[in-house]
């Protein structure tokens, strides 16, 4: 039983099927899947803990882990930052990741399997250790050493690197889950589901929350966000759905350049910014309607822009944000109307 009702639809040829469907791809035409909530999401009049959100969670392992309840700090008059390096493995993922962990583990998968830029595979090996599950990770050679380090030596992943980038990660992992039948984890629909929580307690710690300012990678996070704002907004939980500002790094920004075009064109990752370094974004479609429905706006940030706002968070906080966390602040002092009520992601921090 899961603890909400819900199906899923592929977003592609719109085939449906019901959560005992063992698979976050569509068997009709590998398209990605969408969890819908018939009877809608459902709130406590209080937050205490993450877990508070739990009935809007398509899941029915009950496992809790301490992550989420991120800070939320006052950074000028009406502007916040969110905290997202504040969990189990400094990034906003481990929201996304308990959730499919927990997936994999009812459909009694032995093994996991993921494509990342690194934090992603770095979070799920975390939590999928800790669940006793094998997992295999596809990433590109070029991805941050550290990163990789961590991921097999630290959390016993098995690693296969890719002569490429992350979107030809992501077509290995998939292949790879076929051919091993392994559970395919990243960014899919139960990440995107589980990453709605950071909306969700935005909303609960600053009232009327006019602007949200997001780094955009997959743009799984971007899309997540929005799709809770309209779930707290249709509950009648926040008067109005914020403007959604997504960052990207001017070396790689696929969102940005296919902004009025009907598909997204593929660019190839230049940036030092490894976390946000994807070139065709899996939610991509998703973000520009984000964007476009709740009046909010695409920026780019140069190499230039994300070093010397890293330098500046370092200065004042004495804590180093890497570049893909640091991009929001760093599109923020881009933004000329800064009277909005504000809340900025500071995503990660594994440099
Ligand atoms: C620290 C950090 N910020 C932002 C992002 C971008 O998130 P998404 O890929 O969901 O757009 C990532 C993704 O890996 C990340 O690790």
Not at 118 to 128: C, F, V
Not at 333 to 342: A, V, Y
Request: hydrophobic share 35%.
């Amino acid at each position: 039983m899961n603890f909400v009702d819900y199906n899923l639809v592929c977003n592609i040829c719109k085939k449906k099927y019901n959560s005992n469907y063992n698979s976050q791809i569509c068997t009709s035409c590998d398209g990605i899947l969408e969890v819908v909530y018939p009877k809608g999401a459902s709130f406590p009049e209080k937050m205490k803990t993450l877990w508070d959100f739990e009935s809007n969670m398509p899941r029915s392992h009950y496992i809790h882990y301490e992550l989420g309840n991120t800070k939320v700090i006052n950074y000028d008059k009406n502007t916040f930052l969110k905290l997202e390096f504040y969990n189990p493995t400094k990034s906003f993922k481990d929201r996304g990741s308990v959730i499919e962990i927990a997936k994999a583990l009812e459909y009694r998968y032995g093994e996991i399997v993921c494509a990342s830029t690194g934090n992603m595979a770095y979070s799920l090996a975390y939590y999928a250790k800790l669940a006793n599950l094998k997992v295999r990770v596809f990433i590109s050679k070029n991805a941050n050493k550290d990163k990789i380090r961590y991921i097999k030596e630290v959390h016993d992943a098995t690693i296969t690197k890719v002569d490429g980038d992350f979107t030809l990660a992501q077509s290995e992992a998939l292949k790879y889950s076929y051919k091993n039948g392994a559970f395919l984890t990243g960014d899919y629909c139960y990440r995107k589901e589980g990453q709605r929580s950071v909306a969700y307690e935005i909303a609960y710690q600053i009232n009327n929350v006019e602007r949200i300012i997001s780094p955009i990678g997959n743009a799984t996070l971007f899309s997540a966000l929005y799709k809770a704002f309209v779930e707290l907004k249709n509950a009648n939980k926040i008067k109005n759905i914020p403007k959604m500002i997504g960052i990207e790094a001017q070396k790689c920004a696929p969102i940005a350049r296919s902004f009025n075009k009907k598909t997204l064109t593929y660019v190839k990752p230049n940036t030092d910014a490894d976390a946000i370094a994807v070139g065709m974004p899996t939610y991509g479609m998703e973000a520009i309607e984000a964007i476009k429905n709740s009046n909010g706006d695409i920026l780019t940030v140069s190499e230039s822009e994300l070093y010397s706002e890293q330098n500046n968070f370092y200065k004042k906080y004495g804590i180093i944000v890497e570049l893909g966390g640091i991009a929001s602040l760093a599109g923020y002092k881009k933004i000329i109307t800064k009277d909005k009520n504000t809340v900025i992601l500071l995503t990660g921090g594994n440099v």
